[in-house]
């Protein structure tokens, strides 16, 4: 007699939530095992996941999976995978994607994905695996359109390496970068520029990552860092006005990203081309 399979929804996982994320059509969250390994039942995910483990030893029946699978290990599931995957110990920690049925969907149009679970061990899809656990964790305003970028990377990534694809760049590439510089002052969703030049966003995803070496959204940042730029060198416009006109959501968005890229604050750096420019109070925003 066959026991019982629990069917697990999309985002569930048996684990306890140390951080979340939910972003268009993909649901993150880093967790912590809460079953022992005799405990956990045979069950279902619905959705397409993947599994990045952080910490501990992780049994697995994917593809390659090996008698345990240890840190920086990503685990591909594609939707209406039955296993018992789990941890040996209770001290695991792992980062857990699922992905909606429309965007696997959607995705499936234009690619074509592993028909049973996957394990990878190096290589690009752990890389942005490893980037999207950082970003789990963060809380920054414009981290969900780079998580977005990711995970629709990550989903090339998996097709790319199931089926061997390679194209030739595009002239839709050429269109996106385009698109984003005249318009990085809007808040675009990666869904929206694909959807303005015609591609799908996985290809988009793809497309900028082996042709331009970035995320759409990273390029997208350096489009904003770019035209406040510009504003700074150019204008004595206030922080706060610099920072809308180029697309960051308020002065303490523009400053915290410009302290990243440029390791010296807006002001700071007005100052250095500017020599005769005083900031307005004599310092700067934290």
């Not at 039955?82 to 696997?104: N, P, Q, Y």
């Not at 995705?107 to 942005?128: D, K």
């Not at 035209?227 to 697309?247: E, K, W």
């Amino acid at each position: 007699m066959m026991p019982d399979v629990r069917s697990l929804p999309y985002g569930k996982f048996f684990g306890t939530d140390r951080s979340f994320r939910e972003i268009p059509g993909f649901s993150l969250t880093v967790m912590t095992p809460v079953l022992r390994p005799e405990d956990v039942p045979m069950h279902t995910h619905e959705e397409a996941s993947f599994v990045l483990i952080l910490d501990g030893a992780y049994l697995s029946s994917a593809d390659g999976a090996g008698a345990e699978c240890g840190r920086s290990t990503v685990i591909y599931n594609p939707p209406r995978t039955t296993h018992r995957d789990r941890f040996k110990t209770l001290d695991g920690c792992f980062l857990a994607i699922s992905v909606s049925r429309e965007s696997f969907r959607q995705a499936a149009e234009c690619a074509s994905f592993p028909a049973a679970a996957q394990t990878y061990r190096r290589g690009p899809v752990v890389t942005t695996a490893s980037r999207l656990a950082r970003e789990c964790g963060r809380c920054y305003q414009d981290s969900a359109l780079l998580m977005e970028g990711a995970c629709l990377e990550l989903l090339g990534q998996v097709a790319i390496q199931s089926t061997g694809r390679r194209g030739k760049s595009a002239a839709w590439i050429h269109s996106a970068k385009e698109l984003m510089r005249d318009r990085c002052a809007d808040h675009l969703r990666l869904i929206d520029i694909a959807r303005s030049i015609g591609v799908h966003p996985v290809h988009l995803a793809r497309g900028f990552r082996q042709f331009l070496g970035c995320t759409p959204g990273e390029y997208l940042m350096r489009c904003r860092m770019e035209r406040a730029v510009t504003i700074l060198r150019s204008t004595n416009l206030p922080l706060a006005d610099t920072a809308l006109q180029a697309g960051f959501f308020d002065q303490s968005h523009l400053t915290r990203a410009f302290r990243l890229h440029f390791g010296l604050s807006p002001n700071a750096y007005r100052r250095i081309i500017r020599p005769h420019y005083k900031a307005a109070r004599g310092c700067d925003p934290c």
